[in-house]
């Protein structure tokens, strides 16, 4: 699978992350851990070599079952990359976070430590950003963490981090039917500053996937969320219609056309994709193959224009 560097870290990934936020169970129906350990096996054997999770993720669940997976399955070809929530983002917390953090992946480093949200963002005491990423930059000298990263920062955030360490990636929710970032200048300073984007949801949460209708729409943690309230959960699936004729002129899912789509995106390293079996993600890998011509990439942008059009771009957050 073909590898681009993330940010200035000298840490190549492959351009699909595997997301493991599912295999936390909290939020998700359905969820297994046999099913979601099976995913991970075949991401790693559909070339992947890079998986993202969470200490939030099911209360350390998910990190633990990514620790499970390396020692079954031996891999040391693998980087992991994982996040601090934003209770513990004071100095001590934070160190006390990165050792269980550690300890649940079975791990001696993380080769990338993200901020998972603004501090304060879920009502969490404010914390500055100077105490957190002096202590981040503390817990790279002494290899405990490789690359510094942030989630769900802005662009003005994002560059008063950067006063007091190194950043070398950011993820934000980034989809063909959510763009705030790029909307709102985020992307830019990304790019001006050599900060990889590893988009979450790069799906539209399954929206670009094609298996919703007016009838069926999640009733997992997704379901109340602005995507899939109407109207634009009906322009939304309008524009997956549209997307069906040009993914079949690839031999594509809609899915994988969409990933395609954003993996070509100027700035965006690796998006995230996640999968609650080993079925789903052997299906997904085939988009790191999928190349689309500027023409196509063209349509996609105007087929999707009507949905980013009833967004609001100060609506960062796809979970509010």
């Not at 073909?2 to 351009?15: C, N, V, Y």
């Not at 999968?275 to 689309?292: F, G, P, S, V």
Request: aromatic share 8%.
């Amino acid at each position: 699978m073909e590898k681009r560097t993330l940010g200035r870290s000298g840490l190549d990934i492959t351009i699909l992350t595997f997301g493991c936020w599912q295999a936390g169970g909290s939020g998700w129906n359905d969820t297994d851990d046999e099913n979601s350990i099976a995913a991970m096996r075949a991401g790693y054997e559909a070339g992947i070599n890079f998986f993202d999770t969470a200490e939030g993720y099911g209360d350390g669940h998910s990190e633990t079952l990514v620790g499970r997976f390396l020692r079954e399955t031996g891999a040391t070809d693998v980087a992991i990359a994982t996040k601090v929530g934003d209770g513990n983002l004071a100095a001590a917390k934070l160190r006390a976070a990165c050792e269980a953090s550690l300890k649940r992946l079975g791990q001696e480093k993380i080769d990338l430590y993200q901020i998972h949200w603004p501090s304060g963002t879920w009502g969490t005491p404010i914390i500055p950003i100077q105490e957190t990423m002096e202590e981040l930059v503390k817990l790279q000298g002494e290899g405990k963490v490789g690359a510094i990263g942030v989630s769900n920062f802005n662009g003005a955030q994002i560059e008063e981090a950067l006063q007091f360490g190194r950043i070398d990636s950011l993820q934000p929710p980034y989809s063909l039917f959510f763009q705030p970032y790029e909307q709102n200048g985020t992307i830019d300073v990304c790019r001006k500053n050599g900060i990889g984007v590893i988009p979450y949801s790069p799906l539209a949460q399954g929206l670009l996937t094609g298996k919703f209708n007016m009838q069926n729409r999640p009733t997992d943690n997704r379901g109340g969320n602005q995507i899939f309230k109407d109207p634009i959960y009906g322009l939304a699936l309008e524009a997956v219609e549209k997307l069906k004729p040009i993914a079949q002129k690839y031999g594509a899912t809609t899915g994988n056309l969409s990933l395609a789509w954003l993996t070509a995106q100027p700035g965006v390293t690796s998006p995230i994709v996640g999968a609650r079996n080993a079925e789903q993600i052997t299906d997904t890998a085939k988009a790191a193959t999928l190349k689309i011509d500027a023409a196509d990439l063209k349509q996609i942008s105007e087929i999707a224009g009507p949905v980013l059009a009833s967004l609001s771009t100060d609506k960062t957050n796809p979970w509010k």
